[in-house]
């Protein structure tokens, strides 16, 4: 499809301006700041709208939309056990939760999501089906990288020096490969905007050969890789317990960080860790709700800056968050540094909050080249923000009450890949309407649940964590 | 006006219930938990919608709203020198950004403004009664504290034992209290809703003669009494280097401290300061956002709430968040304290946090007994949440989900003094569109501003906060 953007307002190195944008295809054809382009195509009116590349939701996991609200502040640790004991969820809900996921992610100023994919025990080729069909009908970019493990979720916590036993994991790390292989085979297709990843859960509860199978499996099929990353502190105890080294040397030992490997989190790395990062090009992925909720600290993201690393912002999944909007997660993650370095000369402009969001999340992505900054020639994946809503005026800075203000139901239009998926706020190729009717069939507002997990977690977990009984 | 809600979903201590509420007149006359109430005046659907208490946002600036976006990542000492450098907004902005701030207010769940409203030099009369006429008018309930001081900007901030001069205050300490004086006497009615505070800016700008004068006219005139409180790191230095001794004994000592006090940000205080304010009963007013914003610390709530202090949660002025989403506050506000206290058994939860925006805000202004719970006989400042929204979707815990969660365009009604001004989620007395239209008369989006004052400001700044030059 051809279409013609005119008049939109722009960023500039240090202010703005207004243009005229020509989509043809998928592609940006031709931005032009001095004078009209002849449309072509359908004419969009850009008057008093603010234009940018989409960003990217670098790290997500659908399906958590389900529990939403109701896991009650906790350490991930036994969030994680809560998050898992109760029946999980159905492919169709794994499809409207994908749904969920994909319209907060749009309507926030994202064109694409990482969705690190919980699995449903059995059903795990049918789970990503699911997410794969929901991400397609909506026409949001999307990197699906299954959650895949080879340990049972016990193994995820720190001896502390006592004997645990632990069940086995209910299937072979060969299953698992293989399982993987399967989903490549049927569901990657990068020139089409769906994507899979190899997303190990983590060095707390992935063997060797796991890693080992992932790396040989995005080798082969030029995938990107994803993994969680020294997200607590149990978990830098249990990298020492596990390899008597970091988690990142580990990492690094093994191979596993390249330009196209994102890891969510990375708050708790020593700064020996940081060196290592940068040299081997990975890609942090900031998730400061998610961090704030479970109280695992404060991501070093100023420090990661200075070293040279790239940084993108994720929403984390949406039990740990527990939403979706990526403009919060944007100011948040932002602002969030300001009290972690007194001088404020280190501290993240609006500016370059943006091209976090945007260039620093498909760089994490390998796509840096296609996507990212609004330039000739790549990718029309777009945003064009309403700058008459209540939440954006007065007229003052776009790009500065965008990302420190409170903006709610800013999104005008969305492109993805030069096709139109939002129009004057609303999806147009899902019925919203229908997505909240088939959401209200499951649940119910007024019952509340005990978790057993927790009560048998919690004991062990004070003890090795050092808290009082 | 008499009406009744039928079926809405309220907390129980544990769980949810459906009630029938009544209310006649002002206040709330009847909740009926177990059989219907006959209906009197308008019925009110509650089904699938969520009742609470209106919330306070118990600290904000309105005017603020006119920049913000755009001031520049920046500490608090020169973050003012920016926004007190550029012409004043008029009356009629002064009313239009007090409308602002009351309908973001409102939207997402406050029915009560406390405003430390900045005064336009020489109109200072002029000033509130173009923000009374705002608040009038949507019908918000509001305390409005002209924020005065009788010292120029820059004795703000500390000496660090260098001699600096400083200019006078273009007016005196009587001609402040006389002007109060005047606001009291033609705006003060409490019975109608509209209060006068005392609210000298904070002991970094005021003198010891401005402080007496402000307990002597709120003694005589029963009001509540407000200030800033040792918002940054410079403050602290500041009450050491003026008093010789912390600012909270300072305000202790002169008496300022009772259980109608409230006090904002309150981050740089000692341990001997915590037991202080829990004996005086005054109230902390935590500003999440503005604090992450300039940098100014995490203010210790955790220990506040453990020593006894009641707390509330303010969006403080929208140049330093740079919204008035009171939900936005109260999420980050309870969660932040997260990476604070590795115990989560100290932590937030949802619930406590709706205690705390509700109760606790109307606590600081001494209205415990009429407003902030759902009681038979208090006043129906209530809020209708509609929990079909997608972002409160699933159907998990609404409260749960109300804090932890995004929630976009939740509100659908709310009454004030048992008057609905918000319904469908659109104020019901002003025209929005026509605020809007107003609000954009103003400004240019692609206009930049430099600073003057911030380059005056920056060698001493960093000089005496030992920064690098």
Chains 1, 2 share one sequence.
């Not at 948040?332 to 976090?356: A, C, F, K």
Request: overall charge negative; glycine content about 10%.
């Amino acid at each position: 499809m051809n279409f013609t953007i005119q008049q939109a307002i722009i960023p500039t190195l240090n202010g703005y301006t207004t243009v005229d944008v020509q989509i043809e295809g998928e592609q940006i054809k031709a931005i032009s700041t001095d004078s009209p382009l002849p449309p072509r195509g359908t004419v969009i009116d850009g008057r008093k709208k603010l234009l940018l590349p989409g960003f990217v939701n670098g790290h997500t996991h659908s399906s958590e939309m389900w529990q939403r609200g109701l896991i009650p502040p906790y350490p991930l640790e036994l969030w994680l056990g809560e998050l898992h004991e109760f029946t999980p969820p159905n492919p169709e809900q794994i499809y409207l939760s994908a749904l969920g996921t994909a319209v907060e992610t749009l309507l926030s100023g994202g064109t694409c999501v990482v969705d690190h994919l919980v699995l449903i025990p059995g059903k795990e080729v049918e789970t990503v089906a699911a997410a794969v069909k929901a991400y397609q009908e909506i026409g949001i970019r999307a990197y699906i990288g299954p959650l895949i493990q080879d340990q049972s979720m016990s193994e995820g916590i720190p001896s502390g020096g006592t004997h645990r036993e632990h069940e086995a994991y209910y299937c072979s790390t060969e299953e698992v490969l293989g399982m993987m292989q399967t989903v490549v085979d049927r569901f990657h297709q990068p020139e089409a905007g769906m994507n899979i990843m190899v997303a190990p859960t983590g060095i707390q509860l992935c063997s060797d050969g796991l890693f080992a199978g992932c790396m040989e499996l995005s080798d082969r099929n030029s995938l990107c890789r994803h993994a969680h990353l020294l997200e607590t502190k149990a978990q830098q105890l249990l990298a020492h317990e596990k390899y008597a080294m970091t988690a990142v040397q580990y990492l690094d030992k093994i191979g596993y960080l390249n330009p196209r490997t994102s890891l969510a989190h990375c708050i708790w790395l020593e700064d020996q860790d940081i060196a290592i990062l940068a040299k081997t090009g990975a890609t942090v992925v900031h998730n400061p709700l998610s961090n704030l909720r479970l109280g695992s600290g404060i991501a070093p993201i100023l420090k990661y800056r200075q070293a040279g690393i790239n940084v993108a912002f994720g929403c984390d999944g949406a039990a740990s968050n527990d939403g979706q909007d990526l403009l919060e997660a944007i100011k948040i993650g932002s602002m969030l540094h300001n009290i972690t370095d007194r001088d404020y000369q280190h501290w993240i402009t609006p500016r370059e909050s943006v091209e976090m969001a945007a260039l620093g999340g498909v760089t994490g992505l390998g796509m840096e080249d296609q996507l990212g900054t609004l330039t000739e020639g790549k990718m029309a994946d777009l945003v064009l923000y309403d700058l008459t809503n209540l939440s954006l005026l007065p007229k003052t800075d776009p790009i500065g009450l965008l990302v420190m203000g409170r903006p709610t139901q800013v999104v005008d239009r969305v492109w993805v890949r030069g096709e139109e998926i939002i129009a004057q706020g609303q999806p147009t190729r899902i019925d919203l309407k229908g997505l909240r009717e088939a959401l209200l069939q499951y649940g119910d507002w007024t019952t509340t649940r005990q978790s057993n997990n927790i009560a048998q977690l919690e004991q062990h977990y004070r003890q090795v964590m050092d808290l009082p009984k």
